[in-house]
Nanobody, 115 residues
Framework: QVQLVESGGGLVQPGGSLRLSCAAS????????MGWYRQAPGKQRDLVAE???????NLADSVKGRFTISRDNAKNTVTLQMNSLKPEDTDVYYC?????????WGQGTLVTVSS
């Protein structure tokens, strides 16, 4: 089993920054991918950014140049640094761990961008 613990999120003004972190524990596969998705009420959950254990990253076009994703393989953590936040970035953000056919989701953390 794999467990995810998310931290970060909250309320920030437009143009501000937030950092989301996610720590995985349990039976962690050597080859895995971790990342962040976001979801608004009534909408599908969309990829924000993901990074694999080799360091290869994929970011949604809407966040390129503003968000960066990084990971610490020794600590099994992934961090999403969000800069230049916009009101449209307001969503619940979910951490995801994937290894082979196994997918594990975090409980979600709310990010609100508002003045």
């Amino acid at each position: 089993q794999v467990q995810l613990v998310e931290s970060g999120g909250g309320l920030v003004q437009p143009g501000g920054s937030l950092r989301l972190s996610c720590a995985a524990s349990g039976n962690i596969a050597r080859l895995n991918s971790m990342g962040w998705y976001r979801q608004a009420p009534g909408k599908q959950r969309d990829l924000v950014a993901e990074i694999n254990s080799g360091g290869g990253a994929n970011l949604a076009d809407s966040v390129k140049g503003r968000f960066t994703i990084s990971r610490d393989n020794a600590k099994n953590t992934v961090t999403l640094q969000m800069n230049s936040l916009k009101p449209e970035d307001t969503d619940v953000y979910y951490c995801k761990y994937r290894a082979g056919y196994l997918e594990v989701w975090g409980q979600g953390t709310l990010v609100t961008v508002s003045s």
